[in-house]
């Protein structure tokens, strides 16, 4: 039997799940946009009859993308006290989502979960207990799920199972769409909390900024312009010769980035669902804020979650398809890219130039998104979504920056810093400072003699990073000789002619 998802909310009066009453229809697109709206790109309240039918043939067409999620969401041991923290939905247009939704994801979930009880699909679904019930209340009405037993005698926390007509009910559901997961918040209520927590958010301190930077060894001037480019909180550009500490820089930076963001577990939009919660990416937090926990977590709207500031990085293997949704067509669902998986943090693009992606488009989509505060994600059947765009760019990258872009694009990024090959003072403080971290013996002198021949040479200046190359070479070499590594003229010497085998006799190490 096809069942349709209605694009409208079925409310009764007090918002009860129930027989339909007053029709609203959700819009998929970017609230305030409303030129978008009438060139198709979002939903209108007024549509007519006709409308109303297409709609919701698309909509049984687009439901058909989902994801399974067997096991539990993560479930923080506190929810931080926010006024950024949505609060729990308490009626179904409230939700925002149609009754048939609610219903077919309720017996998938029943389905993989065996016999949950009534608290575990609160915690599954991530409603209330009192829209919860008004789902059981339905599907027993329909008979489609039958009481087990009563768990905890004084709570009424009912165990339920589905019936032999709520198990083919739930086998339809899932030939339509796979997912499994915490109820998806709309599009309108995604934009709401995401530009509430952008207008809050409180950037790291430039004395925090300060100490991640003074952990490289960079010449003043340059240490000063990465802090302040770093602290901005705005697009930045990092260039120079590779090897001088570009990616790393901007690694510790996302491995020590502050604060927390709130993340949807999906979004619901065009009776389709969109995955945005990454556990890969996203690392889920408990009390955040001194200890002072919400007191009563039923306020609190569990479709979200929240996370320490993300931070994404992306390398040579970005592509095109890492731009705009992920279709599985097997799991029928859709994935969010990565930029929309890093709102609220950083989102790293290192090795600029190198991917599969041309980085003249890479940047011009980026950018522009940046500048307008919102971007525009396509579905496969060619409905636009347009969402916020609350993210740090940083790009890192060896190539000329007038090879990746024309002057209009690179103004559009207003912090652009040179990294460049350290100075023999400085190359003698990261070799010195790499002896000791790795335990090789430097004798009085020694890795002044070594600077002294490197930068002896002719052609350019070596990198910072040729000091971990080369000490590599050394502890590797000493651990084949069964000795303790010691950076002395022999060792050198090796070194050097293992290191410099491939190159010319005149060239630079």
Not at 2 to 28: C, F, M
Not at 153 to 166: D, H, I, K, M, P
Not at 236 to 247: A, D, E, Q, R, V
Request: aromatic share 6%; charged share 25%.
């Amino acid at each position: 039997m096809e069942r349709r998802y209605e694009s409208a909310e079925e409310v009764t009066e007090g918002g009860s799940i129930g027989q339909s009453g007053e029709t609203q229809r959700q819009s998929g697109g970017f609230p305030g946009e409303d030129e978008d709206r009438r060139d198709g790109q979002g939903l209108s309240s007024d549509s007519g009859p006709a409308q109303n039918e297409a709609r919701d043939s698309i909509a049984q067409t687009l439901s058909n993308a989902a994801a399974t999620l067997e096991a539990d969401p993560p479930v923080s041991a506190g929810r931080p006290q926010s006024s950024i923290f949505p609060k729990q939905p308490s009626t179904l247009a409230e939700v925002g989502l149609s009754k048939a939704f609610l219903t077919d994801l309720t017996l998938k979930i029943m389905h993989y979960s065996g016999t949950p009880s009534s608290t575990q699909l609160v915690r599954r679904l991530g409603l209330g207990s009192t829209m919860v019930q008004q789902i059981l209340k339905v599907l027993q009405e329909e008979r489609l799920c039958e009481v087990l037993s009563q768990s905890d005698l004084f709570t009424g926390n009912y165990c339920y199972r589905l019936s032999e007509r709520g198990t083919a009910r739930a086998s339809e559901a899932l030939e339509r769409t796979r997912y499994a997961g915490p109820v998806p918040v709309t599009a309108e209520q995604y934009t709401e909390v995401i530009r509430a927590q952008q207008a809050q958010r409180q950037m790291p301190s430039a004395a925090r900024i300060k100490a991640i930077v003074d952990e490289f060894v960079l010449a003043p001037e340059v240490a000063d312009s990465v802090a302040r480019a770093l602290y901005s909180g705005k697009t930045t550009m990092l260039y120079g010769p590779s090897g001088n500490g570009k990616s790393s820089i901007l690694e510790l930076f996302a491995s020590r980035f502050e604060g927390v963001a709130l993340m949807p577990y999906a979004l619901y939009v065009y009776g389709q669902v969109i995955r945005v919660f990454d556990p890969s990416v996203h690392e889920a937090i408990g009390d955040v804020s001194g200890g002072e926990a919400v007191k009563d977590d039923a306020k609190v709207d569990r479709r979200w979650v929240m996370v320490r500031r993300p931070a994404v990085v992306l390398g040579s293997e970005l592509g095109q398809e890492s731009l705009n949704l992920a279709y599985d067509s097997q799991a029928r669902f859709y994935q969010a890219p990565p930029h929309v998986k890093a709102q609220g943090g950083v989102l790293i693009i290192d090795d600029l130039g190198r991917q599969k992606t041309d980085a003249r488009e890479l940047m011009t989509r980026w950018l522009l998104s940046v500048e307008r505060g919102w971007d525009s994600l396509s579905l496969i059947t060619g409905e636009k979504l347009r969402i916020p765009f609350d993210v740090q760019l940083l790009f890192a990258t060896n190539q000329p920056m007038e090879k990746l872009a024309d002057e209009a694009l690179l103004r559009r990024i207003l912090y652009k810093v040179e990294i460049p090959s350290p100075s023999p003072v400085e190359f003698t403080e990261i070799l010195r400072q790499l002896c000791r971290q790795r335990g090789v013996q430097a004798p009085d002198g020694a890795i002044e003699r070594v600077v002294e021949r490197l930068y002896g040479q002719a052609g350019e200046r070596p990198r910072a990073a040729y000091a971990r190359d080369f000490l590599d070479v050394i502890i590797e070499s000493a651990s084949f000789d069964g000795r303790e590594p010691v950076l002395d003229d022999e060792s050198f010497e090796r070194a050097i002619r293992l290191m410099r085998s491939q190159r010319s006799a005149g060239e630079a190490v």
